[in-house]
């Protein structure tokens, strides 16, 4: 089976503008979960979907959105971008309820904000 | 709410020896347990976790931990490190299912360098 893939890899954007990062699941995962990763607060929970639903939501402010298809496939959102937004995000599927079943990670996109 | 506190940022260590990384955790609600790894430029791969029973948990490429209860920490070792060892970690805990949380809780990472 094919991983877990994000596009795009690498993207620079300016304070203001907004973004949309995809992630496509390993095929027949159900669970899409998203992770900010910075140098100074680590990995941090963005939220998560199941079958097109929000089931979880990290505490970011509103800027960050998402959402999932029925394909499974997710997309994150983050308008009015700030500096502070610059971080790898990275995106894990599982089959079931994270946790019981394993996570897998993508490779991250990493954003650039100037 | 749970919170992962892994002890030593940087633990350089050379070729051959044994190496622990540590990992404590906090929560009010039964957990599970896992240690990730980065490679540089990569996501994070799991190399182990810890659901239930066995306390000694065996992972990939010769990595194991133990859950301590009492001491709520759950460190990673290794007998014998290699090069290839070289990358962060990361100990990460989410709420067993029956909390209805389903997010997890991640440390701040412990950087392995392994001296030739």
């Known amino acids: 089976k094919a991983g877990v893939t994000q596009t795009p890899r690498y993207l620079i954007k300016t304070r203001g503008q907004q973004v949309t990062l995809s992630c496509s699941p390993i095929?027949?995962?159900?669970?899409v979960s998203w992770y900010q990763q910075t140098p100074g607060q680590g990995l941090q929970f963005l939220f998560e979907y199941f079958s097109e639903t929000q089931r979880n939501k990290g505490n970011f402010p509103g800027r960050f959105s998402g959402r999932q298809f029925s394909n499974s496939r997710s997309e994150m959102n983050v308008s009015t971008l700030e500096l502070g937004d610059s971080a790898l995000y990275l995106c894990?599927?599982?089959?079931?309820?994270?946790?019981?079943?394993?996570?897998?990670f993508g490779p991250g996109t990493r954003l650039t904000v100037l | 709410a749970q919170s992962v506190t892994q002890l030593d940022s940087q633990v350089p260590v050379f070729e051959e020896a044994p190496v622990e990384l540590r990992c404590n955790y906090s929560?009010?609600?039964?957990?599970?347990l896992f240690w990730y790894v980065q490679y540089p430029n990569q996501g994070l791969q799991l190399l182990l976790k810890y659901l239930s029973g066995s306390t000694l948990v065996k992972g990939i490429n010769g990595f194991e931990a133990e859950f301590n209860k009492s001491q709520t920490s759950f460190h990673l070792r290794k007998p014998s490190v290699h090069i290839s060892d070289t990358a962060e970690y990361f100990c990460a805990v989410i709420p067993d299912s029956g909390a209805g949380s389903y997010q997890l809780t991640f440390g701040k990472g412990t950087k392995l360098s392994v001296i030739p």
């Open positions: 894990a599927s599982s089959d079931g309820l994270p946790g019981l079943y394993e996570q897998f």
């Open positions: 929560s009010s609600v039964s957990v599970y």
């Open positions: 095929s027949g995962h159900r669970s």
